[in-house]
């Protein structure tokens, strides 16, 4: 009797009032919701906004994000889609078991998704959700913005009497794709996905509908890819206007460096991969070669895409696969533009 009154007494102190948890934002969503307020910001009417380089910085990365934003609405829409439709084991059933031969079939699958890396990167993610081996995933990511039908006919109509110039980026892009892929089977590190691996929607949950599991999933991936979309297209932006057109023509006159100029810019202008066919065949002062390479490296390496896959898959990921990225494709540009170009 005396321990029940005891517990009462205790169960009747008052603990103070209730402590309410306040869920932190995800990543990508603050930058959404960043970016969205500094968009207000540049469209208002303040004087200094009218100064010639604001004005440009303002269009080109307005331009940017509007030109990717409806890839990156397939893309995560067909993530989201996967995720919730769509068999665990399609993927694992479709593609080789052994790694090594599923790693060139996810390139070469890669053709089929008529987008641009905006697009590739969510659903890449969703592949390795459901079960596919990183190595094709990535494949398939790299592949995807470079080899599908839309790219290679935009190719085709800039660059007009010269097939040679499809086929040395198909096979370009193809070569890559599948370095790199091989190369995470022998060098990479499950740790550095694990970003992937926290605050995500996966699958179908018992006692949810597949429509709500697709809106949950679509509605995670938009919001956390969307803000580092935009991040990205401030920084193309930046370089797009600081950067004279003077210094455009004293790398074009020696061939190694007009190589690396291009592949480098290609990173920092950060065109998507439906568009960039036209901007190489205005770089006429630059040969062949390093036009294949700016066509090979942007689709797979640009600021936008460092900004998406950091937040997709993880800082720890991004910085060391775009590395390893840049490098394999200026070495398969410039073997496969020596051999066809």
Do not use: Y
């Amino acid at each position: 009797m005396e321990k029940t009154d005891e517990l009462v007494g205790v169960a009747a102190v008052p603990l103070g009032p209730a402590v309410r948890r306040i869920r932190p934002w995800p990543l990508g969503a603050a930058l959404a919701r960043t970016a969205a307020a500094t968009a207000v910001l540049l469209l208002a009417g303040t004087q200094w906004l009218d100064d010639p380089a604001v004005q440009a910085w303002r269009t080109v990365c307005l331009a940017i994000t509007v030109q990717a934003l409806p890839f990156l609405l397939l893309g995560t829409a067909l993530s989201g889609a996967i995720n919730a439709f769509v068999p665990a084991d399609l993927f694992t059933r479709v593609l080789p078991k052994r790694a090594a031969l599923a790693v060139p079939v996810a390139g070469v699958a890669g053709a089929v998704l008529p987008g641009c890396e905006c697009a590739s990167v969510p659903v890449a993610g969703s592949l390795i959700r459901r079960g596919v081996t990183p190595a094709a995933a990535f494949a398939f990511l790299l592949s995807a913005p470079a080899i599908n039908p839309v790219v290679l006919t935009a190719t085709a109509v800039a660059f007009p009497g010269n097939p040679a110039m499809v086929a040395a980026r198909l096979l370009a892009s193809l070569a890559t794709a599948a370095v790199m892929g091989w190369l995470w089977l022998w060098l990479g590190r499950e740790e550095w996905l694990r970003p992937l691996l926290r605050h995500r929607h996966t699958g179908h949950r018992h006692g949810h509908s597949r429509w709500t599991e697709f809106r949950l999933g679509f509605q995670h991936d938009f919001l956390h890819a969307g803000g580092f979309l935009v991040l990205g297209a401030m920084a193309a932006a930046t370089f797009n206007v600081t950067v004279p057109r003077s210094v455009l023509d004293t790398f074009s006159g020696s061939p190694w460096l007009s190589v690396l100029f291009l592949a480098a810019l290609a990173v920092l202008l950060a065109v998507c991969s439906e568009a960039d066919a036209f901007v190489a065949a205005s770089l006429t002062g630059f040969s062949p070669t390093a036009r294949l390479a700016f066509l090979v490296v942007g689709p797979m390496v640009d600021l936008k895409l460092i900004a998406l896959q950091a937040g997709t898959f993880g800082r720890a990921f991004a910085w060391r696969f775009s590395t390893a990225t840049t490098v394999v494709a200026i070495a398969a540009s410039v073997l496969t533009g020596g051999a066809l170009l």
